[in-house]
C-alpha cells in the first residue's frame, strides 16, 4: 500500500511540474505569470490551506493523549532551527536562505498524512496532523523571516508577524481551540481554494523549472541539503525515539514525516523575496524525486 500510495503522489507531482514546464515553454503562461501566481499563492491559497488545516477536533482528551507526539514535533523543529542555523554559513546568502527555510520546512502537510495514514491507519493520520501543528506555525515564522530581511530586527518581527501566512496561523490557532463553527459556506469555501495549492503551487514550480538547463540539477550544494532532509535529520529523530521509551506508532510518525523532502513553498517565498528560486526548485525537485526511495527505506527500518 506504501509503495502505491508513494508512486501515485509522486507521479502527481511531476505530472503537476511537467504541466507548468510544457505551459511556459508555449508560451500560455509568459514571465510575468510567475510573479502573478506567486503572489496568488502567498497571499491568498497558502492562507486558506493553513486556516483549513487547523479545523479539526481538539478537546482536554485529545490533548492529553496528543502531548507526546506534540512535544516531539516541537523538539524537532527546534533543532531544526538549529541545524539550519548552523550547516550553511558558507554559502552565498541567496542560497543560503533556501536552505534554511529548506530544513525548517519539508512536504510534510501534503505528503505526511496519506503516508502515515497508510502505514498506520486512522490513528496514525491523527498523530500526523498534530505533528504539523508546530512546523506550521515555525514554517511561518522562523522560517518566513529567513527570506524577509529588513535593516532593523523590529522590521523584520513586523513583516513576519503580519504576513498573511502568519495571519492565517493566528486565525487557524483560535478555530481550533475554541472549537468555534465557521458558517458551512465560508468553511467550504476556504477549504476548496485551499485545496488549490498543491495544484497551483506545482505548476508554478514548473514554470521556474522551465529556466533551468537539464545538466545543472545537482551540484553539492543540493546533494548536501539532500542528505541532510532525507537521511540525517529524521536519522537523529530515530535514533533519539529509541533511547526514550516513545510508543513505536508515535516513533513511526515522527520519522517518517520528519523524512519528507522540501515543501514547494520553498520555491514559492525565494522567487517572492529574491533568493536563488532556482536553486530552491532543483532542492524540491530533487529532494522529493529521492523521497520515492529513502521513504520506504524508512517504513522498513521501522
Not at 29 to 43: F, G, R
Not at 235 to 254: A, E, H, K, N, Q
Request: charged share 15%.
Amino acid at each position: 500500500m506504501i509503495n502505491s500510495s508513494l508512486i501515485n503522489l509522486q507521479g502527481m507531482l511531476f505530472l503537476l511540474v511537467a504541466a507548468g514546464v510544457i505551459l511556459r515553454k508555449l508560451g500560455i503562461l509568459p514571465d510575468s505569470a510567475k510573479q502573478v501566481l506567486t503572489d496568488l499563492v502567498i497571499d491568498l491559497i497558502l492562507p486558506c490551506n493553513i486556516i483549513s488545516s487547523f479545523l479539526i477536533e481538539f478537546n482536554l482528551d485529545i490533548l492529553k493523549g496528543f502531548a507526546a507526539i506534540l512535544l516531539i514535533a516541537t523538539l524537532i523543529q527546534f533543532g531544526c532551527l538549529i541545524i539550519a542555523n548552523t550547516f550553511y554559513n558558507k554559502e552565498p546568502d541567496r542560497r543560503k536562505k533556501v536552505l534554511q527555510y529548506g530544513t525548517v520546512c519539508s512536504n510534510a502537510g501534503f505528503m505526511g498524512n496519506p503516508i502515515a495514514e497508510g502505514v498506520y491507519g486512522a490513528e496514525g493520520l491523527m498523530y500526523a496532523s498534530i505533528f504539523l501543528v508546530p512546523q506550521r506555525i515555525v514554517m511561518w515564522s522562523a522560517g518566513v523571516s529567513y527570506f524577509t530581511e529588513s535593516p532593523d530586527r523590529k522590521t523584520v518581527v513586523k513583516k513576519v508577524l503580519t504576513h498573511p501566512c502568519i495571519v492565517a496561523v493566528y486565525i487557524g490557532l483560535f478555530f481550533m481551540i475554541t472549537q468555534i463553527s465557521m458558517p458551512a459556506f465560508l468553511e467550504n469555501t476556504i477549504r476548496n481554494v485551499g485545496g488549490c495549492t498543491t495544484t497551483v503551487s506545482m505548476i508554478l514550480i514548473g514554470t521556474i523549472l522551465a529556466e533551468v538547463k537539464a545538466g545543472s540539477i545537482i551540484d553539492k550544494g543540493i546533494m548536501k541539503y539532500t542528505l541532510i532532509r532525507l537521511f540525517f535529520i529524521p536519522f537523529l529523530v530515530y535514533i533519539c525515539c529509541r533511547l526514550f521509551p516513545v510508543r513505536p506508532m508515535i516513533s513511526g510518525v515522527s520519522v517518517l514525516l520528519t523524512g519528507m523532502p522540501a515543501g514547494s513553498t520553498t520555491a514559492i517565498l525565494a522567487a517572492k523575496y529574491d533568493g536563488d528560486y532556482i536553486f530552491a526548485t532543483k532542492c524540491v525537485v530533487v529532494t522529493t524525486l529521492l523521497s520515492l526511495v529513502t521513504i520506504p527505506l524508512w517504513c522498513m527500518v521501522l
